[in-house]
């Protein structure tokens, strides 16, 4: 298996997003911010931080370090606010 490939996902479609999520996502759009699909790893003792695409990265990293490590998404990030036509409100 090459770099590139993904072991395991060959033919899967990608979810499609329910209507409240992408409510909630045009919502806070409109405030100038955006989900943050990462996980992060904290180490709660020296507050040392990584982010990754997934969360079996983040198990991996994990797996085998001293300490106190949390896992969490960071949530919400700012991106700078949309523009949006005046009447469009929904």
Known sequence: MTEGE???KEGITP???SRI?????KALARQ?????PRISATNLDS???QYFDDYSKAMEFIN???GRWYLNTPGIKY???????SGDRR
């Open 6 to 8: 993904d072991s395991g």
């Open 15 to 17: 979810r499609e997003k």
């Open 21 to 25: 999520r992408r409510d909630v996502e």
């Open 32 to 36: 100038g911010l955006a989900l943050d």
């Open 47 to 49: 507050h040392e931080t």
């Open 64 to 66: 085998g370090k001293k």
């Open 79 to 85: 991106v700078g606010k949309s523009e949006e036509k």
